[in-house]
């Protein structure tokens, strides 16, 4: 409503007051004395309804003003304060060990670890205050700083192995039937992840004992070794086997050499006692073939092993 209009209003009205209190108004009572009280009653509800306005107007600016000001002085805080880092925030790494390769890195906690050929590590950049966990694909050899309390733990496909500072070995390819840890030094804690409905079971290891986890049955056995320097061999460059199953030496030779080498399923759990010291493939398959009297066919893709009794 513009300012015409509520002065339009305000004479209507005032108008119909005197009609409305006619009797009270003297008769002899000048018709320029009634403009002039017209006018001066006009003119003080103009000056009432502005000074109403402006009262409102600068009460209006100065709780801006405020909101304003409060404003900046949080933005000034937040600016000047030092800014704290979000909690729970893990930057993860992922090293891998290419087909035919071994590498070797350190954690920041100095815990050394050897990945094999086509193994992936998976690891924080910084632990815990309570855990140092990592998540391994493939065979890696741990030599862990002793830590009683932040335990290390190892996840992988079904098992979880978990020490305080030791030596050992873990082997867990996602195509290998079986995942093995074996232990230099120390204990090893390994827990085998029950699926809903079973209960998880968890096997202590001491120094020169393995552990053999079958993922079709789900059985863990433990075993005693008598050349444990044999298992992590493969750091250096060499395989050595003493008394391991045909079927598992292959699947590491096809690993290292990146090359397709089939087996007759008669001869996978045949086992076997080499040493294979940085040969190349066709002196390792010559080698296997006088241990175990198997039969070398040569392929496109790389080799077959099979008994001398089976055709061709």
């Known amino acids: 409503m513009n300012l015409t209009k509520k002065i339009a209003d305000q004479i209507c009205k005032y108008y119909e007051d005197l009609e409305m209190n006619a009797g009270k108004i ?10 002039e009280l017209v006018y001066e009653r006009i003119m003080q509800g103009i000056a009432h309804r502005e000074k109403a306005k402006y009262r409102f107007r600068k009460i209006f600016a100065a709780a801006c003003a405020a909101v304003v000001m409060f404003a900046l002085l949080i933005t000034g805080y937040h600016q000047l304060s030092p800014s704290k880092p979000i909690e729970n925030q893990v930057t993860m790494r992922t090293a891998v060990a290419l087909k035919g390769r071994v ?4 954690l920041m906690d100095g815990t050394v670890i050897w990945l094999n050929s086509g193994t992936k590590l998976t690891y924080p950049t910084s632990f815990s205050n309570h ?16 830590n009683p309390k932040k335990p290390f733990l190892i996840h ?8 305080l500072g030791t030596s050992f070995n873990i082997k867990a390819y996602q195509e290998d039937r079986e ?8 204990k090893v804690g390994v827990t085998h992840l029950a699926s809903e409905g079973q209960r998880s079971e968890t096997k202590l290891l001491m120094p020169n004992e393995r552990i053999t986890y079958n993922k079709e049955n789900q ?5 005693k070794m008598t050349r444990t320097e044999n298992l992590i061999s493969w750091r250096t460059g060499d395989l050595q086997y003493d008394e391991e199953p045909l079927g598992t030496i292959v699947a590491d030779l096809q690993r290292k050499y990146s090359i397709k080498i089939g087996i007759s399923p008669a001869l996978e759990k045949r086992r076997v006692t080499v040493d294979l010291n940085n040969e190349s493939i066709k002196k390792v398959m010559v080698i296997l073939s006088e241990v175990t009297g198997a039969k070398i066919i040569e392929t496109k893709e790389g080799f077959i092993l099979r008994k001398n009794t089976q055709p061709e």
């Open 26 to 35: 003297s008769p002899e009572m000048s018709s320029d004395l009634q403009e």
């Open 103 to 106: 590498i070797q890195l350190t």
């Open 131 to 146: 855990t140092r966990e990592v998540t391994l694909d493939g065979e890696a050899y741990f030599q862990v700083t002793h």
């Open 156 to 163: 992988t496909s079904r098992l979880t192995t978990r020490v």
């Open 179 to 186: 995942i093995q840890v074996a232990v230099l030094t120390g």
């Open 219 to 223: 059985h863990m056995s433990v075993e």
